[in-house]
Each structure stands twice: as C-alpha cells, then as structure tokens.
C-alpha cells in the first residue's frame, strides 16, 4: 500500500513569490494534517483538512492557506514568501470523521522550501 | 497551556538500552505518539500510548502516566541505525481538532 505522497521534494523561491505544495493521502484516509518544522525547531501545526473542509489552523499568518479536493489530495498554499518561511513542510494523513479522534496519523516525505 | 519537554541530546552504545522520557501539559489529552526522525527524512510512527501503562513492540516500547503528564520510550538492543531524533507528540482534542503538539524532539546517537 502506498504511503503518504508530497510534491515536489524541493522548492527555492524568491521573497515576495507564492509557493504551492501538494500532498496526497494514504488510500481510504480523508484527513490531512500539514506541518511546518523550520530547522532546529519542532513540527508546528498549520492545518488540518477532513473531508473536503479545513477543519482547523494553527497559529499562522492568513498568507498560509490550502484546500482539500474531492479526492482528498491538499494543497498548501504560501502567499507573499518570507525568508522565515524556509523549512521543512511535512503532511500527515489518518482516517477522518470520528475516527480522526483515535487513528494515528502517517507523515510523508515532506517539500523542503527554501525562500532567497 | 501545552509544553511538551524532552532532553535535547542523549548518547548510549550499541547493544545497550536507552529511555527517552517525555513530559507533557495539555487541556485536551487524547493520546501520545512517539515518531523517529532521521535527518532530512518524515517522520515514522513508533508507538500509541492512550491508557496508562506500558506499550512493547519488538525493541522498542512506550509507557505513559496521564497522572502525571509523563512518557518514557524505552529502546532496546541498541544499533547504529537507531541514531536519530525521536519525537514525542501529544494529541490535542481542544478546539475540536485532533492535531498533534510536538515537543522539539530528542537526537540520540549510538556509539560503537
């Protein structure tokens, strides 16, 4: 069984430039979770997308946006790229509903942006 | 509030055992997660600990204290490839999410 997907591995933009990150789930799992983990710092949550709706944010600026499509794949979106921007963007997916409350959640290998 | 600690380096040899403790403060516990993380890589699930008690999986196993907000992740027969960070993680059902608070995570290095 296929595992978590990210595209692409790497990314390098310029300040000012959009960056758009893409995750695709683990089959039969309708929740994704995204990450940021800048270097030397632990995972912090950004988002969380169940069933086709955000669900919830973490404590980013509003340029940090996504969406979930009808086939459960995510989109995480950065506005207006900043230097501080640069990490690691790791996405996670488990079950959803009321199971998203007890499944484990499985990370992919993540997009690493670097922001010049 | 939520603070998750753990040690930030530890060092053991191979074929010893190491504990990894986590302690934890959330409003909303609904579970904790240890992951490794090697270098530049996802991190990979380990173990779920939801009730208190001890949790074995081959090498490795994780006990959890909700008492008093306290996990250890015990690994056994140490090897090289187990240098790596290893993450504790708390699920928190404030707000209605179920999102994980990761604490910084503890890198261990096994020696010869």
């Known amino acids: 069984e296929a595992g978590v997907t990210q595209s692409p591995t790497h990314l390098i933009k310029t300040r000012g430039q959009q960056a758009t990150l893409r995750c695709s789930p683990i089959?039969?799992?309708?929740?994704v979770y995204w990450y940021q983990q800048a270097l030397g710092l632990g995972l912090q949550f950004l988002l969380w997308?169940?069933?086709?709706?955000?669900?919830n944010r973490g404590n980013f600026p509003p340029r940090f946006s996504g969406r979930q499509f009808p086939n459960y794949s995510s989109e995480l979106n950065v506005n207006a790229l900043e230097l501080e921007d640069s990490a690691l963007y790791l996405c996670?997916?488990?079950?959803?509903?009321?199971?998203?409350?007890?499944?484990?959640?499985?990370f992919g290998p993540g997009t690493r942006l670097t922001v010049l | 509030g939520q603070n998750i600690d753990q040690p930030t380096e530890m060092t053991a040899t191979e074929g010893a055992i190491v504990q990894i403790n986590c302690t934890y403060q959330?409003?909303?516990?609904?579970?904790l997660f240890w992951y490794q993380q090697h270098a530049g890589e996802a991190p990979t699930f380990l173990s779920y600990?939801?009730?208190?008690g001890l949790e074995e999986k081959g090498r490795f196993s994780s006990f959890l204290s909700r008492s008093k907000g306290y996990s250890y992740l015990l690994l056994k027969e140490l090897q090289m490839k187990d240098s790596a960070s290893y993450l504790c993680?708390?699920?928190?059902?404030?707000?209605?999410?179920?999102?994980?608070?990761f604490g910084s995570g503890t890198r261990l290095l096994v020696r010869p």
């Open positions: 996670a997916s488990s079950l959803g509903g009321a199971r998203a409350s007890t499944d484990t959640q499985y």
């Open positions: 089959s039969g799992h309708t929740s």
């Open positions: 993680a708390v699920r928190d059902r404030q707000d209605s999410s179920y999102k994980l608070i």
């Open positions: 997308y169940d069933e086709g709706e955000e669900r």
């Open positions: 959330t409003s909303g516990f609904n579970g």
């Open positions: 600990n939801v009730l208190d």
